[in-house]
């Protein structure tokens, strides 16, 4: 599967907007580009996927580079609830799709 | 409502035991899996199943077994063969064949600890 690379940990002041980075350099031409966050102890969450245009949707934007070799999560507006890890994830073609998870950003979002 | 529901939140066992942990979904889903999580790590793929009867291992599987008997439930066993059994474990589940656009939908997690 192709590997995603996403910054440890990064920190944001509340009602800023955050630009999470995700390179993915090995990406396929049909590999969609998915983001889940996850909250202190639980489960993760979807939060919004794309393939090649940029897409909004009431949680955050996802802004994909031209060559796709790179997207970036944009949270408009951080609140404390929106501290959590985020996952960039890619989408495999076929049928053994396993789902998988690399380490995530570590968003940390203060007064 | 729909949704995916994993059972107990906390569980504790004694090192030597086999533990199952559960995993029920109505979402009429075909795809279930199961992760594994230590503490400050991502997530790391055990066992997933594409559809009943059938599943596959991941990347972690040693120690572990599962089994696929209906639709709405993927159980996972954890074995005394696993080493390092305490972590978080989070059960997903997805439609099948897998669409590009298909999103994951992850049980609130059970918290293993083996003393």
């Known amino acids: 599967d192709a590997k995603t690379t996403q910054p440890n940990s990064m920190e944001s002041n509340e009602e800023e907007p955050v630009h999470l980075p995700c390179n993915h350099s090995?990406?396929?031409?049909?590999?969609?580009i998915h983001w889940y966050r996850q909250l202190p102890s639980q489960g993760p969450e979807y939060v919004i996927h794309?393939?090649?245009s940029n897409v909004n949707n009431r949680m955050a934007s996802l802004a994909i580079a031209e060559d796709r070799k790179s997207s970036t999560l944009i949270l408009h507006r951080a609140t404390l609830r929106d501290a959590a890890v985020y996952y960039c994830?890619?989408?495999?073609?076929?049928?053994?799709?396993?789902?998988?998870f690399g380490t995530g950003t570590r968003l940390q979002v203060t007064l | 409502d729909g949704g995916i529901t994993q059972s107990p939140k906390y569980l504790f066992r004694k090192e030597g035991q086999n533990v199952t942990l559960s995993c029920e979904q109505n979402?009429?889903?075909?795809?279930m899996y199961w992760y594994r999580q230590d503490p400050g790590q991502g997530l790391r793929l055990i066992y997933y199943?594409?559809?009943?009867?059938?599943?596959q291992k991941g990347d972690i599987a040693e120690g572990y077994s599962v089994s696929r008997e209906k639709k709405e439930s993927f159980p996972l066993t954890v074995t005394s063969a696993q080493k390092n059994p305490t972590a978080f474990y989070l059960c997903?589940?997805?439609?099948?064949?897998?669409?590009?656009?298909?999103?994951?939908?992850f049980g609130q997690g059970t918290r293993l600890t083996v003393v």
């Open positions: 199943s594409q559809i009943v009867n059938d599943f």
């Open positions: 090995t990406i396929s031409g049909t590999d969609y």
């Open positions: 979402l009429n889903h075909d795809a």
């Open positions: 794309g393939l090649t």
């Open positions: 997903a589940s997805s439609t099948y064949p897998l669409t590009q656009n298909t999103e994951a939908f």
């Open positions: 994830i890619l989408r495999p073609t076929g049928t053994a799709s396993k789902l998988t």
